[in-house]
Structures are given as structure tokens and as C-alpha cells.
């Protein structure tokens, strides 16, 4: 599900953007930290061409399982890697560039997951990540986090990690804390397009909520009483960004460009 609903509606916007400021070149050998079911990876391959290396690493091996699974481009490879991103299994200076696609504001220790990010790097090298901006940006994601949180008896903090580091200055406090010595934050927006509007509500509440354990202990038929709640309390907010065929809405982001 993620891979065919959410990849092509918000990840592969958000990965093309991210590569337009990476500035690949062949035979670069690149990382990508949190690679999910490998959307940025599969793009970089043929980017850095037969000489260039395309590593990607993810903690859940089902995310790499669907990875996996699908062709990657003629005369290129990428080695698929279970690991953590706060314990690289990869040398000093093993990559010319780091990536990371929305996956720091997830991580339990963000600094150490940056430390990791330059230990791996070459002289020279560069990182570059992307995170959401202020969940108040975003007033479909908003309207969807307030309700869970109401249902679940949380505060929204609790629910809104993917927004979690939204401030620009605490973003390129990791990366200077981690001795880069060249840190831009770069501010960036796109359009998502989601398909099959009645699915959204429950897709997005279910992957929002994912490491929430209030939701994940829910029983299956607690669940889907909240699923229904949610779309219901949040159907005048989806109403001014849906027609019969998708939800669409802009979305902002900052990308951290770091370079040794």
C-alpha cells in the first residue's frame, strides 16, 4: 500500500526535488538512510551510472522486502541493507553523498543519526535531507492529526511526528553539532495528488498513527470505529481539496545541504 498509493502521490514528487538539488554525478557512491521501499535509490541508480555504488538502508525488512521486489534500471544495482541509522554498518568515508527522504524526524536520537550521516561521508562529501514543515502548513494533515489525537486522548504532539522537525533552526543545528562545516536550508513546496479520495482518510490515518502505540493497540473493530470518526469530523476540510478522482493539496518542506 504505501508503495503504490503513497509513493507515486507524495514520495516521488518529494524524491525528484530532493535529487534536483543533490547534483549526482557518475560513479558517486550514494546513500540512502531510511529508503523505505527505495523510491530515492531507484532514482539515483542510474544517475551515477554502472561505476557509481547505490546503497540503501532501512530498520523494517518488510519495506525492504517490497524494495526488493521491484526492477531497478538496466545495468544498474543497489544493495538493499537492513540496518540503523544511528549505527551506519558501513567504514568512515565509505559515500561521496548521503540521502535522506522524510526519515530524521522519525529517528529516536536525530544527532546521532547525523553524526552516523558524516562518519560515513568522504571528504567532500555532502548530505542532504528533507523534512516537512509546520504542521500548520498543511491543513489537511492537521485537521486528520487534531482528530485522532482527540480520539485517542493524546495531545497532538503525540501524533504528528512526521511534522516533528519542522523548525529550520533546529535542523541545521544537527547538522553544524555534527561538524559540518557548510549547512543551507532550503525551503521547498510540491503538489500531491492522492487517488481514490475515500481511501485517504483511512491510509493516512493508518501510516500517520503507525508509531503512535494508543493506535496500534487499538483492536481491529476500535479501529475502524476511529477510522470512521476521523473521516467524518475532517470531510469539510477534505471537501475543499477533493473532486471524485484525488485529494490534492500543497505540501513544504526544508532541505538540510551539508558538505564537509
Known amino acids: 500500500t504505501y508503495e503504490h498509493y503513497f509513493v507515486p502521490a507524495m514520495f516521488l514528487p518529494w524524491s525528484t526535488i530532493l535529487l534536483s538539488h543533490a547534483a549526482l554525478q557518475a560513479r558517486e557512491r550514494v546513500l540512502d538512510v531510511a529508503c523505505g521501499t527505495g523510491i530515492v535509490a531507484r532514482q539515483v541508480a542510474p544517475l551515477v551510472g554502472t561505476e557509481g555504488q547505490v546503497a540503501a538502508l532501512d530498520m523494517n525488512p518488510a519495506m525492504l522486502a517490497v524494495a526488493r521486489a521491484i526492477p531497478v534500471t538496466s545495468g544498474t544495482t543497489i544493495r538493499w541493507q537492513e ?4 549505527a551506519l554498518p558501513f567504514p568512515e568515508g565509505a559515500f561521496d553523498v548521503v540521502l535522506c527522504q522524510h526519515g530524521l524526524q522519525f529517528f529516536p536520537d536525530r544527532a546521532g543519526a547525523v553524526r552516523e ?10 548530505a542532504l535531507v528533507i523534512v516537512l514543515q509546520a504542521l500548520a502548513r498543511h491543513p489537511v494533515f492537521e485537521a486528520l492529526m487534531e482528530s485522532v ?21 533546529e535542523l541545521r543545528t544537527l547538522f553544524t553539532a555534527a561538524g559540518f562545516e557548510k ?11 492522492f487517488p481514490e479520495p475515500d481511501r485517504f482518510v483511512p491510509l493516512a490515518v493508518t501510516s500517520s498513527a ?9 483492536e481491529s473493530p ?39
Open 83 to 86: 540496518g540503523n541509522a544511528m
Open 222 to 260: 476500535a479501529r475502524a470505529a476511529l477510522l470512521e470518526a476521523v473521516r467524518g469530523e475532517i470531510e469539510p476540510t477534505i471537501h475543499r481539496y477533493r473532486n471524485p478522482e484525488v485529494v490534492t493539496f500543497p505540501m513544504f518542506a526544508h532541505i538540510a545541504l551539508a558538505g564537509n
Open 210 to 218: 503507525a508509531a503512535v502505540p494508543a493506535f496500534t493497540q487499538l
Open 149 to 169: 489525537a482527540r480520539h485517542l486522548s493524546l495531545p497532538v504532539s503525540a501524533v504528528m511526528t512526521p511534522f516533528a522537525l519542522c523548525d529550520a533552526d
Open 117 to 126: 550521516m558524516r562518519r560515513v561521508l568522504a571528504p567532500g562529501g555532502r
Open 183 to 193: 549547512v543551507e536550508i532550503l525551503p521547498v513546496s510540491t503538489t500531491v495528488r
